[in-house]
């Protein structure tokens, strides 16, 4: 059994868009592929919803960056979709060609400077959701995010131009911001697929009654849960963390940023450090909610902290 993260989907496996399987074949064969994520999500939800049929309203555009294609989702998206993951006060924006620009130096930048990040999004991505919040919906919108109930597809709004959670935020828009957060959110998909296929957690164990993290970065924000978190949480976080950091030490390193760019980077990259540092403590003193193979990627997470 792997002892890091996966950073390719197993062939055959329940997250293989290949596999032989009737409903994916039928998506397949009747030419809408970006519908066979949400497929998935039927199976992993078990609502009865028909997630897949509401996803054949979707239109897309083909977004494709060294040899990858994304599907970049138009149109409204479907009722029973939003709310299942938590967007129905969202909409999917216009299509503009400053938007597809940004979209596209975003993951340009993934693949040329970034390779190994680039090919994990490639490998965990197919749709790409960029939304805003409804008119007359007053929150504060989100940055980026993803569902362990929906497959390959992750979600952003304009704000992933401007901010690289959790506290960094520029007045100015940039598409290597956009960038760190494709990949945040494509890390957090890789590390989904792997907890679903991989026993990582020990038996019995349930984020509803797992011990808390504190998370005293996360306490000016006022929601209770940002500011404590489980132990699967953490665990996400610290995997993450671990990417963005490697990302955000390649960007300091160059020399084609603008001044407000590696600002932003080394604020983000200084916070992070301290988290993660402190994240794997923690993580390490509650190695019992592991299974073995989970206290097997905890050693693995070690090595790479210290590393950075």
Request: aromatic share 8%.
């Amino acid at each position: 059994m792997q002892t890091t993260i996966a950073t390719s989907v197993e062939a055959g496996s329940f997250c293989d868009l290949r596999r032989k399987d009737p409903v994916l074949t039928l998506l397949r064969e009747g030419g809408a592929e970006w519908a066979l994520p949400f497929a998935l999500m039927e199976r992993l939800v078990k609502s009865g919803t028909p997630y897949a049929e509401h996803a054949r309203a979707l239109r897309s555009e083909s977004v494709n960056v060294s040899g990858a294609g994304f599907d970049w989702f138009d149109a409204e998206l479907p009722g029973q979709i939003a709310d299942e993951i938590s967007l129905s006060d969202y909409e999917i924006v216009e299509h503009t060609d400053e938007r597809r620009a940004a979209l596209s130096q975003a993951l340009e930048r993934l693949a040329s400077v970034h390779p190994q990040g680039f090919a994990r999004v490639r490998e965990f991505v197919r749709g790409l959701l960029w939304v805003g919040l409804k008119p007359g919906v007053r929150t504060s919108s989100l940055t980026s995010s993803s569902d362990p109930a929906l497959p390959y597809v992750i979600v952003f709004s304009e704000k992933a131009r401007h901010h690289i959670p959790p506290n960094t935020v520029s007045p100015e828009p940039s598409h290597l911001f956009l960038a760190e957060n494709i990949l945040h959110e494509g890390t957090h998909q890789s590390i989904s697929f792997h907890v679903l296929q991989h026993q990582v957690f020990a038996d019995g164990y349930s984020s509803k009654t797992s011990p808390k993290i504190e998370i005293a970065w996360r306490a000016t924000q006022g929601v209770a849960r940002n500011q404590f978190w489980e132990v699967d949480r953490a665990f996400h976080a610290t995997c993450v963390y671990n990417q963005l950091l490697r990302f955000r030490r390649v960007e300091l390193d160059r020399d084609d940023l603008t001044t407000n760019e590696r600002a932003c980077f080394q604020a983000a990259y200084d916070e992070g450090m301290q988290a993660v540092r402190y994240l794997m403590d923690r993580l390490e003193a509650l190695g019992e909610h592991f299974a073995v193979h989970g206290r097997e990627l905890l050693v693995d997470l070690r090595h790479q902290t210290d590393e950075l």
